[in-house]
Each structure stands twice: as C-alpha cells, then as structure tokens.
C-alpha cells in the first residue's frame, strides 16, 4: 500500500505541480473563510463572480458585521442556500470582531467555533493562510479516495483520518489542490476519463471503464 500511495502521489506531482493553489479569489484571511462558507453547495467559479462586487460593497469585517440581513441575502442569493449563509456570515464576523480582534484564528477548535464554519472550511484556512498541515475532505476528495482505495467511508471526519494514516504531511495540503483539479478534468463522478487516466493501471475502482 505504502509503495503504490507514493507512486500516485508523484504522478499527482508530475501532473499538477507542487504549487499551492486557491481557487477562491481573496486578498485576506478573512475573505478566504467567507469565501469558503459561500462555497458550500456552490461552484468556485460562482463564488469569484459574487465576491467580486462583494468585496467592494463590504469591505471590511465591520461592515459585514453590521449588514442587513435582507439585503446581505440577496447580495450572495445566486449561491444558494442565502438564507443560512447570510445569517451565518454576519454571525461569524461578529465574533471575529469581539473574540479575535478582526484576525482569523488558526486553531481547529477556534475556527470550528464560528458560526457556519466546520471542519473542511477550518482546514482550508489552516492550510492555505496559515500551512498547518491540513486535509480538506471535499465532494473530489471523498469521491476519489475512495475510487483509489484509501478510504471506505462516507463520512468526512472518517475520510480526513483514513487519509491522515495513509498520506504524508507534506501532501495533505497539497493532495485536495491536485484532486480538485484531477476529479474536474478526468476522475468526475459521472463519466470518469479512465482511457485518459495517468492513474488507470494503479486504480482498483469499480467505476473502472
């Protein structure tokens, strides 16, 4: 197992690179963890076209601190799910404000405690503000985990230990930035690209075409 989880991590490598990359436009930690919340049950590319102007309108932690609840939902409402979004966002920069001092926190426990945040938006910011060694267990990463035998299970926080058993520290960040872009270009869930695949030869799926 430890031999073939290195031989699809350096063809991850030799394919992606070892850069890190976010998807979600930001220029601060605290628009990062909006960013992510609004990014639940929503595209990326969606996301970056609604803070776009969002970031413009709210510029500050204050200011979504204090938005209007209606007019906040209707702001971010091409995101789906506005109405607990909305109520969550205003929440969360609240606290922000009064408990952390307008910073984002770094501790797991900490960033869990927000309001609307849990594990996987805490571990993105982790990894991608502060590089604490973090897996984010999203749709891709779930879906082809499991697909590549690192995983049997469904729940998140499962998945997350099984990976953090059988995946280098120095992959755990890197392993969702490289699948995001594996599982959007050739591993999707309804038609996988396996005569496409550079893993094919190595995965024992049983979505295997």
Known sequence: MEKRTKEILKRLDTAYGKEYVCYLNHNTPWQLLIAVMLSAQCTDA????????????YDTLEKFAEADLKELE?????????????????????TLLKKHNGEVPRSLEDLTALAGVGRKTANVIRGNIYHDPSIVVDTHVKRISKRLGFTENEDPVKVEQDLMKVLPK????????????FGRNICSA????????????????????
């Open 46 to 57: 969606r996301v970056n076209i609604v803070t776009k102007d969002l970031f413009v309108k």
């Open 74 to 94: 209707q702001d971010i409402h091409s995101t789906g799910f506005y109405h607990n979004k909305a109520k969550n966002i205003i929440a969360c920069t609240k």
């Open 170 to 181: 120095d992959h755990w960040i890197l392993y969702n930035i490289q699948i995001i872009t």
């Open 190 to 209: 309804r038609n996988p690209k396996c005569a496409e695949c550079f893993l094919s030869d190595i995965c024992t799926s049983k979505d295997k075409k």
